[in-house]
């Protein structure tokens, strides 16, 4: 089995959290794959463009021409420590999550956190006027905020749930996830201020969806009917074997005819000699079916 047979076949095995990660994980080694090519080739633009497909920009005029970035953004990083801490968290409050909640859902936050915080990106620098002279050039990436989406909402939903801090002991969910969107998303708020905009923006429908959810509705069903759909769509679909029947000529069907009437005066004629319990159980059974056509 090769390398890719058998990325595709855990991938096709893994559950939605797990999924979620390896493709995160896969866009991050495809980025290191084209910063090499681009540094070999001396050449920085080959990286910059082929980001520039990927990152949602903050230019809503470049955006329109760019609808993809929405979701593209939410699985691009270029810095080992920005995947390897959005990852880890998306792991450690994504399994809590779905010890209470589905798989479904956990997609529906994630995407839901993701756009939300794209949105409020854009719209920030678009109507904060501190951000004017740098609009047309700033991009986001990261999945930042819909990872603070899923901690939001499993804090929201289980908030009495603890966890065992090294040094420190147990502390309840509900006061991880808050100190986590304050040092994330309001501490230094100058610095990367469009990050932590997305953040806030990202935590806000991870709230929203478990208030509706107790309330009985689903926020994300409309999300994962269009994921359904989409997976459909691009899921390949088995080959049909098409077989060709062969045509029997009237030579071969009196051929088998008679040899099939050959068989049958052996049985009778075995009958004959020493009886009908003399037959094995495939003459007995092919006896029967004889005299069922007859019949």
Same mark, same amino acid.
């Given at each position: 089995?090769?390398?890719?047979?058998?990325?595709?076949?855990?991938?096709?095995?893994?559950?939605?959290?797990?999924? %979620?990660?390896?493709?995160?994980?896969?866009?991050?080694?495809?980025?290191? =794959? $084209?910063? !090499?090519? *681009? /540094?070999?080739?001396?050449?920085?633009?080959?990286?910059?463009?082929?980001?520039?497909?990927?990152?949602?920009?903050?230019?809503?005029?470049?955006?329109?021409?760019?609808?993809?970035?929405?979701?593209?953004?939410?699985?691009?990083?270029?810095?080992?420590?920005?995947?390897?801490?959005?990852?880890?968290?998306?792991?450690?409050?994504?399994?809590?999550?779905?010890?209470?909640?589905?798989?479904?859902? %956990?997609?529906?936050?994630?995407?839901?956190?993701?756009?939300?915080?794209? =949105? $409020?990106? !854009?719209? *920030? /620098?678009?109507?904060?006027?501190?951000?004017?002279?740098?609009?047309?050039?700033?991009?986001?990436?990261?999945?930042?905020?819909?990872?603070?989406?899923?901690?939001?909402?499993?804090?929201?939903?289980?908030?009495?749930?603890?966890?065992?801090?090294?040094?420190?002991?147990?502390?309840?969910?509900?006061?991880?996830?808050?100190?986590?969107?304050?040092?994330?998303?309001?501490?230094?708020?100058?610095?990367?201020?469009?990050?932590?905009?997305?953040?806030?923006?990202?935590?806000?429908?991870?709230?929203?969806?478990?208030?509706?959810?107790?309330?009985?509705?689903?926020?994300?069903?409309?999300?994962?009917?269009?994921?359904?759909?989409?997976?459909?769509?691009?899921?390949?679909?088995?080959?049909?074997?098409?077989?060709?029947?062969?045509?029997?000529?009237?030579?071969?069907?009196?051929?088998?005819?008679?040899?099939?009437?050959?068989?049958?005066?052996?049985?009778?004629?075995?009958?004959?000699?020493?009886?009908?319990?003399?037959?094995?159980?495939?003459?007995?059974?092919?006896?029967?079916?004889?005299?069922?056509?007859?019949?």
């Amino acid at each position: 089995m090769s390398i890719t047979d058998d990325i595709k076949r855990t991938f096709s095995s893994a559950n939605n959290l797990t999924r %979620l990660i390896y493709i995160n994980i896969g866009v991050f080694l495809f980025f290191l =794959i $084209v910063s !090499v090519i *681009s /540094f070999l080739f001396d050449n920085t633009g080959i990286e910059s463009t082929i980001l520039r497909l990927f990152a949602i920009p903050a230019s809503l005029k470049v955006f329109l021409l760019k609808p993809w970035t929405l979701i593209t953004y939410m699985f691009t990083h270029k810095d080992i420590w920005h995947i390897l801490f959005n990852m880890l968290w998306l792991y450690w409050f994504g399994r809590i999550f779905l010890d209470y909640l589905d798989q479904r859902k %956990l997609v529906a936050v994630y995407l839901m956190g993701g756009i939300s915080g794209a =949105i $409020v990106y !854009v719209l *920030s /620098f678009n109507i904060f006027p501190v951000f004017t002279g740098i609009v047309s050039e700033s991009v986001a990436i990261g999945a930042s905020a819909s990872v603070m989406a899923v901690v939001i909402a499993t804090a929201t939903y289980v908030p009495d749930y603890s966890i065992h801090f090294f040094l420190i002991g147990r502390i309840k969910i509900k006061y991880v996830a808050l100190a986590i969107l304050i040092l994330t998303s309001f501490m230094d708020f100058s610095v990367n201020s469009g990050g932590k905009l997305a953040h806030i923006g990202g935590a806000l429908p991870g709230f929203l969806y478990i208030v509706k959810l107790r309330k009985g509705k689903d926020p994300g069903r409309r999300l994962n009917s269009i994921i359904d759909t989409l997976v459909t769509f691009f899921k390949p679909r088995p080959k049909m074997k098409v077989t060709h029947k062969k045509t029997v000529t009237d030579y071969d069907y009196n051929k088998i005819k008679a040899e099939h009437q050959a068989k049958i005066n052996t049985i009778l004629d075995k009958i004959s000699k020493g009886g009908y319990d003399s037959l094995t159980k495939e003459e007995k059974d092919m006896l029967f079916s004889e005299s069922q056509k007859k019949n």
